[in-house]
T-cell receptor, first 118, second 111 residues
Framework: GAGVSQTPSNKVTEKGKYVELRCDPISGHTALYWYRQSLGQGPEFLIYFQGTGAADDSGLPNDRFFAVRPEGSVSTLKIQRTERGDSAVYLC????????????????FGQGTRLTVV | DAKTTQPPSMDCAEGRAANLPCNHSTISGNEYVYWYRQIHSQGPQYIIHGLKNNETNEMASLIITEDRKSSTLILPHATLRDTAVYYCIVRVVNQGGKLIFGQGTELSVKP
């Protein structure tokens, strides 16, 4: 597709359940990012993939959160034993990358998945 | 933590220029200044970025001070559709470079 696609757009789950959130990046984009945004706050960085590997997972809040990108394209954010505090909009972004010194490129964001834990 | 400081909110009259300031006094030599905006219920949208020279595109202009410690995003003729939260971000130049968002400036364009 033309942009970053996230599915589902909305997800309601019960406390303690497991959820998976999917991100389809722009074709050819090697960098992929996950963010979480709570109401009234700016997006909070979770994890960054360069190709298939997680280059920076310093933003994952705890071991209930995990993300994969097995083929270097689609990514899945997985949340185990969900808690009410996990309720937020989860945003995915992708970008091209260039070799160091040439310059960075802009990241394109999807519309997000609104997760509600009840 | 975000490395930028922005006013929490601003108003602008429709048709007038909107000038959004940002302080980034601890910016490093290899960091670019990026601006994104987020319209309600949408994902952030890229506006413009720069290193040290002023930049202009179809959406906005970016003015960076000579010491690079602050910048201003200029929307030359603001419309009601420009009402959004505007984020100023410094980003390391490397293979990727995560964006660290602060609280941003909520710009309200009024008729």
């Amino acid at each position: 597709g033309a942009g970053v696609s996230q599915t589902p757009s909305n997800k309601v789950t019960e406390k303690g359940k497991y959820v998976e959130l999917r991100c389809d990046p722009i074709s050819g984009h090697t960098a992929l990012y996950w963010y979480r945004q709570s109401l009234g706050q700016g997006p909070e960085f979770l994890i960054y993939f360069q190709g298939t590997g997680a280059a920076d997972d310093s933003g994952l809040p705890n071991d209930r959160f995990f993300a994969v990108r097995p083929e270097g394209s689609v990514s899945t954010l997985k949340i185990q034993r969900t808690e009410r505090g996990d309720s937020a909009v989860y945003l995915c972004a992708s970008s091209l990358t260039r070799r160091q010194g040439v310059g960075s490129t802009e990241a394109f964001f999807g519309q997000g998945t609104r997760l509600t834990v009840v | 933590d975000a490395k930028t400081t922005q006013p929490p909110s601003m108003d602008c009259a429709e048709g007038r220029a909107a000038n959004l300031p940002c302080n980034h006094s601890t910016i490093s030599g290899n960091e670019y200044v990026y601006w994104y905006r987020q319209i309600h219920s949408q994902g952030p949208q890229y506006i413009i970025h720069g290193l040290k020279n002023n930049e202009t595109n179809e959406m906005a202009s970016l003015i960076i001070t000579e010491d690079r410690k602050s910048s201003t995003l200029i929307l030359p003729h603001a419309t009601l559709r420009d009402t959004a939260v505007y984020y100023c971000i410094v980003r390391v130049v490397n293979q990727g470079g995560k964006l660290i968002f602060g609280q941003g400036t909520e710009l309200s364009v009024k008729p």
